[in-house]
C-alpha cells in the first residue's frame, strides 16, 4: 500500500485527495502500470494511447498525471493551457532515457529522406524531432498508413520497432533502445510456468525480446492484451509486461487466473517499474494540495512536438473507423 506517512490512512488520503479534486475542478489520470490504489483514485485509467486521446479533450484546469514524467509532458503539450501535474517529478522512464534528444538529433540528421516515427516513451524533445509519435497499440497500422517502400526511422525501442518490421514485411532503422523492464523477463521461466499450466495463455508487450513475441499467444499494448484476457476463453494467463497491469485485468475478470512473468534474476521485483510505483497516495494529495510539481515544456519544443503527436491522434481516428 503506498501511504508514505504511517499516521495516515488510505482511506484518509483518498477522502482528502477526493475534496481536492473536487475544490480545485482537477481531473485525474494513470496509467495501468500504477499501483493499485492510484489505478482505483483516478477518473481515468488506461495505456499511452487512451491517455493522450483523454487529455486532448479534457475540460478541467488542473490535470493530474499518475505516470512517468513523458506522460505528463504529452499532456502538457496537448494542453498547454491547463496545469499539468505529476505526483513525483522524478518518475522516469529508463526507455526514453535510452534516447538522448541530442544523439537522436545527430541520428536523424545522419539519415535524411527518413520519416521519422518515435513511440510515445521519448522526451518532448525527442518528439520535436519526429513527423509521427506512436504508441504500442497503434504503432503497427500507423506504419502501415504508409507507402510499403517509404524509408522509416524508429525509435527508440528496438523490440517494439523489430516486431513491427517482422510483422509489416518493412525495414525500418531501428533506435538501440530498450525498457528495463521488459528486457528482463525470463523465457526459461515462462516456459516453465507454461508446463505447470498446459493451458494457460500467455499474453506479451511488444517491448519485449523477439523470443519472448514468439512463444506469445498473443502480442500486444496493454489495452490490447486487456482485450483478448476479457474476450478469451481461456482462464489462466501468464502476463508478461509491467505487473500493474493484472489489478485491472483482475478487476474485469475476477474469474480468472492472471499469472505475473518472472524476471531472469530471481529474488527480484523486476517486473515491476520502479519510476511508475514511485507515485504513491501521499504524493498525490501532496500535489492536489500544492498545485506542484507541475510540468512545463518550452513553448519552442512544445511547438513542435505537438504537431507528430496531432498526426498519430488523427490516424489513430481514422484507422478506428
Known amino acids: 500500500m503506498a501511504v508514505d506517512n504511517p499516521a495516515e490512512t488510505a482511506e484518509q488520503l483518498k477522502e482528502q485527495i477526493g475534496k481536492l479534486k473536487k475544490e480545485k475542478g482537477a481531473v485525474i489520470m494513470a496509467h495501468y502500470y500504477q499501483s493499485p490504489e492510484l489505478q482505483d483514485i483516478a477518473d481515468y485509467v488506461g495505456d499511452s494511447l487512451a491517455l493522450a486521446q483523454i487529455a486532448a479533450k479534457l475540460d478541467n484546469d488542473i490535470i493530474v498525471v499518475c505516470g512517468v514524467h513523458f506522460m505528463g509532458e504529452t499532456a502538457k503539450i496537448l494542453c498547454p493551457d491547463k ?107 515462462i ?26 499467444d498473443k502480442v500486444g499494448s496493454t489495452a490490447v492484451l486487456l482485450k483478448y484476457a476479457c474476450e478469451s476463453d481461456a482462464t489462466t494467463f501468464i502476463v508478461v509486461t509491467e ?38 497516495l501521499t504524493k498525490l494529495r501532496d500535489c492536489l494540495r500544492d498545485e506542484w510539481p507541475e510540468v512545463t515544456v518550452a513553448p519552442e519544443i512544445a511547438a513542435k512536438a505537438v504537431r507528430p503527436i496531432e498526426r498519430m491522434l488523427s490516424l489513430s481516428a481514422n484507422i478506428n473507423k
Request: proline fraction near 8%.
Open 191 to 216: 516456459m516453465e510456468l507454461k508446463k505447470e499450466y498446459p493451458g494457460a495463455k500467455v499474453l506479451v508487450h511488444p517491448e519485449c525480446k523477439k523470443p519472448l513475441q514468439i512463444i506469445a
Open 83 to 189: 496545469k499539468v501535474l505529476i505526483p513525483d517529478p522524478t518518475a522516469g522512464c529508463s526507455l526514453a532515457d535510452s534516447c538522448p534528444p541530442d544523439k537522436f538529433a545527430e541520428f536523424v540528421d545522419a539519415h535524411p529522406g527518413y520519416t521519422v516515427i518515435s513511440y510515445v516513451n521519448t522526451s518532448a524533445a525527442v518528439k520535436a524531432r519526429t513527423d509521427i509519435v506512436v504508441t504500442s497499440g497503434n504503432a503497427r497500422e500507423i506504419v502501415e498508413t504508409l507507402p510499403q517502400d517509404e524509408k522509416i526511422i524508429f525509435g527508440p525501442d528496438r523490440n517494439l520497432g523489430g516486431y513491427i518490421n517482422n510483422v509489416t514485411g518493412r525495414d525500418m532503422l531501428l533506435w538501440d533502445g530498450a525498457c528495463h523492464v521488459h528486457e528482463q523477463f525470463s523465457l526459461n521461466g
Open 243 to 280: 505487473s500493474g497491469i493484472l489489478h485491472e485485468m483482475r478487476k474485469k475478470c475476477p474469474d480468472k487466473h492472471f499469472i505475473p512473468a518472472p524476471p531472469e534474476q530471481t529474488g527480484c521485483a523486476c517486473n515491476e517499474c520502479g519510476y511508475m510505483k514511485l507515485n504513491t
